[in-house]
């Protein structure tokens, strides 16, 4: 059984599968196109103002619309770059948040409906100084001066240019790739592919080309919704049917890491940022429920039992921290 709550994956499969009929919109394509390269043009020109901080400044983006793995690998560059020494604050849109006034500072204890469920997933990852806000310079301005941070690193903001970067890392999923190869609306693309040349690093989810480096996503131990202190190991839940809840940019991506892990699931995709009711999540027959490490975020006070969430971890080659550890050396 499928959730009927789907919102506009449809749409996100049909750019994947190429459907013919997408052609329909390539003329508004090449009108969203053009408008990209005009805003790139003034920026370079000059005509739109681009924003140098006094720290180094890492993008790491999407080139195409849905999930590709960002947020993982945002937090694992976060411990990394701890690990290595320096003390990075995160800004992010806060896509999905409601608040008023921006920019926002981020706890782990935030209300992802004020600030958004990636913003409150990453700052109780990381354990970092985070500020959300559609302006990310002026998020970026108020980490500086509420925090210690000596590095800025964005989730997402490859097409944010009022935000000067040291570092541009753009992630791509390593099956879909870049769908049908077209810009929206008639594809998943926010740019032209041929952006992907101006990047320092491309990294892919699965296996990648030459010059791209591989990233491994793997789930960890379920955690209880309810108590993440009570922990249980995936492997528990073999032999017997799991309701899978996932709200996410590529819904399928985790029902099939769960069942790579020997899970049999039945699938409930909500539309990426969804926000939860007690009832959507009370499917009556005694089944547990997991859900990913975002949703849970957003649904710890429905107080649902026997719900669990699985968090995401990644493995990344030595190669990338080099070149990471030398291009930041060049950006010093």
């Known amino acids: 059984m499928r959730s009927n709550h789907r919102g506009p994956q449809w749409l996100v499969d049909h750019w994947h599968k190429r459907s013919p009929w997408l052609l329909l919109l390539a003329p508004l394509s090449l009108l969203y196109r053009a408008a990209v390269a005009l805003r790139r043009w003034l920026y370079r020109a000059g005509l739109l103002k681009t924003h140098r901080l006094p720290v180094p400044v ?12 960002k947020t993982p690998l945002v937090a694992w560059l976060a411990d ?25 500072q981020v706890r782990q204890d935030s209300d992802p409906v004020m600030v958004g469920d990636e913003a409150v997933l990453l700052a109780g990852k990381t354990a970092c100084p985070m500020a959300v806000g559609p302006d990310r310079v002026a998020a970026a301005r108020s980490l500086l001066e509420h925090s210690d941070c000596n590095l800025i690193l964005s989730d997402d903001g490859l097409q944010h240019y009022a935000l000067h970067r040291d570092i541009e890392i753009a992630v791509i999923d390593g099956v879909r790739r870049f769908g049908n190869g077209l810009c929206l609306p008639a594809g998943p693309l926010r740019e032209p592919v041929k952006r992907m040349a101006r990047v320092d690093l491309v990294v892919v989810n699965g296996l990648g080309d030459r010059g791209e480096y591989p990233m491994t996503m793997r789930l960890t131990d379920a955690l209880a919704l309810l108590d993440s202190g009570v922990r249980r190991d995936l492997c528990s839940f073999r032999g017997q049917t799991v309701h899978a809840v996932a709200g996410i940019g590529n819904p399928g991506r985790f029902f099939a ?5 020997g899970l049999r699931v039945e699938e409930h995709a909500f539309p990426d940022h969804h926000l939860y009711t007690s009832g959507e999540l009370a499917f009556g027959d005694g089944r547990p429920v997991i859900m990913t ?12 039992d026997d719900c669990w969430y699985a968090p995401v971890t990644i493995d990344m080659p030595r190669e990338f ?3 990471m550890a030398a291009l930041l050396a060049d950006a010093g």
């Open 58 to 69: 890492i993008v790491a983006g999407n080139l195409t619309v849905g999930g590709t793995g």
């Open 80 to 104: 990394n770059l701890v690990q290595a020494g320096y003390r990075p604050g995160l800004v992010a849109r806060g896509y999905g948040g409601r608040a008023t006034h921006w920019p926002q």
């Open 257 to 261: 890491m769960l069942r790579q892990a």
């Open 293 to 304: 490490e975002k949703d849970a975020v957003k649904c710890r006070n429905l107080a649902v």
């Open 321 to 323: 921290t080099d070149r």
